[in-house]
Nanobody, 116 residues
Framework: QIQFVESGGGLVQPGGSLRLSCVAS????????MTWYRQVPGKERELIAS????????IYTDAVKGRSTISRDNAKKTLYLQVNSLKSDDAAVYYC?????????WGQGTQVTVSS
């Protein structure tokens, strides 16, 4: 059974940093491009960062470019996202999944709250 378990979120002050983790299971993790998504209430889930299966190519949306790093450990079937210089717009539930065709079901995500 496919499963994603995201963690690492929490309450952070503006300008702070977080490292999110996602442990995947139920599929051959090392063969898939993986992506971090985020969603705020009332809006669609958006893709923010992707990494290829080998882990040597990454792409970021403008929303996080320059202050985020996506990485992966295929042996641990784990995806990471380091986000620095957090701002209020980063507050969301963060999810990981494959791309461009995400698996079902999605994980529960990890909540990131940015507030002073």
């Amino acid at each position: 059974q496919i499963q994603f378990v995201e963690s690492g979120g929490g309450l952070v002050q503006p300008g702070g940093s977080l490292r999110l983790s996602c442990v995947a299971s139920g599929f051959n993790f090392g063969l898939y491009q993986m992506t971090w998504y985020r969603q705020v209430p009332g809006k669609e889930r958006e893709l923010i960062a992707s990494i290829n299966s080998a882990g040597d190519r990454t792409i970021y949306t403008d929303a996080v470019k320059g202050r985020s790093t996506i990485s992966r450990d295929n042996a641990k079937k784990t995806l990471y996202l380091q986000v620095n210089s957090l701002k209020s717009d980063d507050a969301a539930v963060y999810y990981c999944n494959a791309s461009p065709r995400p698996f079902e079901p999605w994980g529960q995500g990890t909540q990131v709250t940015v507030s002073s």
